[in-house]
């Protein structure tokens, strides 16, 4: 057992299994008391009890909530638990979440609100009433967990939708909330889960592959994840004081490899002196200016 977070409070929201649960294992190896969370008992591989039973196993503190942080309420309550249970909250991982993959034109409304709702509302939700404590403690540290599909995907637009929406979200309330000394950041992870592992996300990962927007290196290494504790060192690192300039980022982690996100930036520009540009200057300007090099991902298939 570590005391890189001794007395530090966490939440980790889909800790039932994979990589929820590895990430509250590894915060309590080091020290934190955390609070487990999955929608409901009795989930087959693993739940938010059973977790907190591991943690207290090896010596560590832990309570479980089971409930859908989709809902506002419920997620308040989730706040509330870790409050009521160990005086404060410091850490919040927002992991919860389930995607409905199917191709754009076959989805439906029900498909997106349950993938959107899951990931990206839920982040809000339980963000929206931690950074409540987490204000006035001034000190805190929220990772919420994105995806390299919300640089494009393939089979299922709702989670890349939801995805891009907490990349959004992360710098929006990194730069409320940095003031306060809570830093807000993002990681998108590859590992080996039953989500990651399923036929139709494999089946995702083909399709991708074959339209151009993925290389093959990345596509075997999404079809040969590293397990989920491979992601946690990182995250503990970005809990620590010694983060608490990393603001705002995302990052990726896979296996031994991380990296971290550019910065959006105005890549170029073509500027009208005076009135507006006129259909035809922009059928010439932009192919020469502002496209230059650039190839479409998806481009029309020969008949």
Known sequence: MGD???????????????????????????????????????????????????????????VPFFGSISEFGVAEKLIKTAVDNFGRLDILVNNAGADQPRMVWNMTEEDWDICLDSFLKGSF????????????????????????????????CNYGAA????????????????????????????AATRFTLSEDIVAGFKKRFEAGLMTKERYEELTNPPSPETVAPFLVYLCTDQAADINGQVFDVTGGSIAIYSEPIKNKIIKKKEGLWSVDELIDQVPKVLLEGYQNPAPPEKA
């Open 163 to 190: 995805k891009a929406g907490l990349v959004g979200l992360t710098r929006a309330v990194a730069r409320e909330m940095g003031r306060y000394g809570v830093t807000c950041n993002a990681y998108a992870p590859t």
């Open 125 to 156: 939700n339980c963000t929206r009433f931690a950074c409540g404590v987490m204000r006035e403690q001034k000190w805190g540290r929220i990772i919420n967990t994105t995806s390299t599909a919300w640089l494009g995907t393939v089979g299922h």
């Open 4 to 62: 890189r977070l001794k007395d530090k409070v966490a939440i980790v929201t889909g800790s039932g299994q994979g990589i929820g649960q590895a990430i509250a294992v590894a915060f309590a190896r080091e020290g934190a008391k955390v609070v487990t969370n999955n929608r409901r008992a009795g989930t087959s591989g693993g739940d938010a009890e059973t977790v907190a039973g591991q943690i207290t196993s090896m010596g560590g503190q832990a």
